[in-house]
């Protein structure tokens, strides 16, 4: 579970080193496991990749039932996702990118209605608001007591000001947690 | 007959290169706007016999172009994509002659009227910015199309109408639900692209499948979206789609997660291929295809090439050319 954990806090840059070398860094003794059993070494790493892709997957077209396969397995790394939300270089990425994009834009004709302050921070803000949300969306997917008991801990968290969490997606994850299993 | 007797003797003589232009088919095009160096697709029969059909390397030219001796037969087409005209395709007939001299023009770039329904207070600057960058990407990957929107604040009951069609469904994913609402709110235009920025969680939404109700005219895009969730939800609104069968891409290891269709989730994805362009402007079946000839900005000349179709008149949807 370890590596799982650093492949979701890692900038999406670092990811397919990671996963490199996934197979040499995964000791046996970390290997997900749930009630369906031990995931092997190489689903370990296939979980992880799809757990980093999915909660900043876009368009979610067919891609939820990808890494809610894994079932509980991955639970634990969802809960960390949710609770820590996306790292600070993964942030830093989005807002360098942004940043990048909005000066190509100005340099074309087309209409820009936002500074480039309200620009990058538009974006950077919602990457880090679908980070958790997609967290609480696959949590729901896959159900459980501990899905559940972390979907209602960050709201009680967020509803005591002890977490951050911007209005729409508390209202994502009430909306998940109420169709949780 | 004569001239390309000549060419094979210069050939067997070694005083010819077969990519010669000093004798070849030549194609001239006409009407390319801002000087663009446009990007030509050309399906030919190049040799005689089996396995003499082919998709030629795509290449570029600011208005003229050297073939090489192309043949008859074959299904043969062209098309040319360019920044600032619309996607050409035409169907020369070529000769055993070696001379064939074909001319196209091309038009002008295809308004698309998008209508943009604001739902979400303060949504409109995200709207103009996310619009800007579609339009940009659209150009720059020689789509043909700019998008026109016009933006207008949804009020009264419509909101919940609106609000509703796109929602979490039990399976915990957003679905389209109760489009006819939508449809019948009175901010919905028929024949035209209708997008809604909503106050509801998630990043974009086409709702073109039959379970959703669908209509590939109407998209979401929700509080999560990014700059490029616009743009790739125009791709899907042109034929690409559905995802899992190569509307996207991040399961293909002929693309890079810089491809717009890829739903890694980065605004940063800009490219979309020669193949994908070919089939936002080609693609027709019964499932509506492209928008572009749905809502009859095209002519309906276009052919069955969903994502994953490969033939003589579909390229393969990795096909490109070399960028910028």
Known sequence: ?181 | MGSRTLRQALLLAGLLSPASPAIADKLTINGIDGGDRVVVLVHARTAPGAGGCELMEATRSTGELSLGNLLPGCEPWIAILSKKNRMLLAKPAWTDDANDQRSVTLKPVIDVPVRVWIVKPDARDEATDHMAKANLLFEQNRVGVEFKPTYRRVTGEAVEAIEQGFRVDDDKSMHCQNLRRVQQSGFYERGALNVYYSNNGGTGKICAKKRDGGDPNIIYIGTFANRATLAHEFGHAFGLRPGDEGGHTENDPAFTDGNIMNTDGKGRRHHFSAGQVFRMNTHDDEFNGTMLIKNGQRDRTGRKCPPLKTNAVCPPLEADWDRP
């Open chain 1, 1 to 181: 579970m370890r590596l799982i954990r650093r492949l979701t806090s890692a900038s999406p840059l670092t990811i397919s080193l990671l996963l490199a070398t996934a197979t040499v860094l995964l000791p046996s003794t970390v290997l997900a496991t749930n009630g369906a059993g031990r995931l092997s070494e190489e689903e370990a790493v296939r979980a992880a990749r799809e757990l980093a892709r999915w909660l900043a997957v876009d368009c979610e077209d067919g891609n939820l039932m990808r890494v809610t396969r894994y079932k509980q397995a991955i639970v634990a790394d969802l809960i960390g996702a949710l609770e820590k939300g996306a790292a600070s270089d993964q942030l830093e990425l989005v807002r360098r990118e942004a940043e990048a994009s909005y000066m190509e834009l100005k340099r074309h004709r087309w209409e820009v209605a936002s500074t480039m302050d309200v620009y990058v921070k538009r974006d950077v803000d919602n990457f880090a608001a679908q980070y958790r949300a997609r967290a609480a969306q696959a949590l729901a997917a896959i159900g459980g007591p501990d899905a559940r008991a972390a979907l209602e801990a960050i709201l009680a968290k967020a509803g005591k000001g002890e977490v951050q969490i911007r209005e729409d997606v508390r209202r994502a994850i009430e909306l998940f947690l109420s169709k949780a299993k």
